[in-house]
DNA sequence: ACAAATGATACTGATTTGGTATCATTTCAT
DNA sequence: ATGAAATGATACCAAATCAGTATCATTTGT
């Protein structure tokens, strides 16, 4: 299974482009030629980051986005939640009265250690880490 | 996301009962009263672990389940494997020539880092550590 | 007025997940 | 022998999620 699904994905590597790009507004038409994402699935996500206030959209012609904040002011959970949902590794199958025993919460040890790394590990971690060229150092 | 899929959860939990009972042999029926898994999807299961080894069956009348090896020969990452195949965390979305770029892989680093702490996580745990009483340490 | 942009929203198709249903086969007990 | 009680094999089904499409409405610069 994967931590990322391939919307959020896009969607952090649309908001890269659009820091990184020189144009003030950057349109879908930009957007599609530089992630290769298909053009009705992008728009669509990026009107939810509008809607999320992550990004600012200008209609009309001439229009199109920009970022709603400052690169590190967008924190990458924060675009994983707008897509993902919170990010839960370790939900119990069970509710509590059909698994009272101790039995499994071994494991569920373990993946409460694992979801706890998680989110050590992106705590703090904004798009400005993210657009970096050079891979951060954890 | 899950880390560990419902089916998987059911198969651990199955294991741990039939290691813990006092019977030679289990059968279906006595696992669907104490684990309350819907019987045919437990009998799939438990017939997929027994194809898989971990399980061995015996048919006809007095028939049922025994481990077809010890608790501290079974390893959780096991059946992991089997429900739900190698557990993958930092697939990437991108075929190597569509994402050439080091824009995303900060993310990936991360993704990569939690892929190896939980590989870690799970690294020697077995049936045996799952079934103690007391949460095992890590 | 019109072209070029986004907004809103409904729909579709593929895959995965969780679960059912059925029939065949084996084996113990009588 | 035979029948009940067990598993083996397999096909099917339904809900949820994921990935993507299609359409029409609205805004705005020229």
Redesign the interface.
């Known amino acids: 299974?994967?931590?990322?699904t391939?919307e959020t994905?896009?969607a952090?590597?649309a908001l890269?482009h659009i820091a990184?790009s020189d144009k003030e507004i950057v349109t879908v038409t930009d957007l599609v030629e530089t992630t290769?994402v298909p053009r009705p699935f992008l728009r669509k996500l990026l009107q939810t980051l509008n809607r999320e206030g992550v990004l600012k959209s200008f209609k009309g012609k001439s229009g199109g986005f920009t970022l709603a904040l400052s690169p590190e002011e967008i924190l990458?959970t924060r675009i994983i939640t707008i897509f993902?949902g919170t990010?839960?590794?370790?939900?119990c199958?069970?509710k509590k009265d059909?698994c009272p025993n101790?039995?499994?919460?071994?494991?569920?040890?373990?993946?409460n250690?694992?979801q706890d790394?998680?989110t050590r590990?992106?705590a703090g971690?904004t798009l400005k880490?993210?657009?970096?060229?050079?891979?951060?150092?954890?």
């Open positions: 299974m994967k931590l990322i391939r994905d896009y952090i590597r890269v990184k290769a990458i993902q990010m839960q590794l370790n939900e199958m069970f059909i101790t039995e499994t919460c071994s494991l569920r040890k373990i993946l250690n694992i790394y998680a590990s992106f971690v880490e993210i657009m970096k060229e050079e891979p951060h150092e954890s």
